[in-house]
Nanobody
Framework: QVQLVESGGGLVQAGGSLRLSCAAS????????MGWFRQAPGKEREFVAG?????YYADSVKGRFSISRDNAKNTVYLQMSSLKPEDTAVYYC???????????????WGQGTQVTVSS
């Protein structure tokens, strides 16, 4: 069992930055691939970024977002820059055994943190 708790969301103006954190507890953090997903109102939850042996990004955030993990602190981060109104969503971190962008492959999920980007 892995418990995930996100933090760092908030309201920011377009062009601004935010850093999300996801603290994990339970099983060995380093054994898991970690991902960030987001869900905007009326839309499906979509992949944003993943960190396993390497990192991978959705095209919509490539060059603006950066995922990193600190295995010593059992924490994964999502640094978001040059934010756009269309980045507004609830952001979720997730843990799974496979490094993938496929939502259903992630077994453990946090409760989400709201990110709102104003124009």
């Amino acid at each position: 069992q892995v418990q995930l708790v996100e933090s760092g969301g908030g309201l920011v103006q377009a062009g601004g930055s935010l850093r999300l954190s996801c603290a994990a507890s339970g099983r060995t953090f380093s054994d898991y691939a970690m991902g960030w997903f987001r869900q905007a109102p009326g839309k499906e939850r979509e992949f944003v970024a993943g960190a396993g042996g390497t990192t991978y990004y959705a095209d919509s955030v490539k060059g603006r977002f950066s995922i990193s993990r600190d295995n010593a602190k059992n924490t994964v981060y999502l640094q978001m820059s040059s934010l756009k109104p269309e980045d507004t969503a609830v952001y979720y971190c997730a843990a799974g055994r496979i490094f993938t962008s496929t939502r259903n492959e992630y077994r453990y999920w946090g409760q989400g943190t709201q990110v709102t980007v104003s124009s």
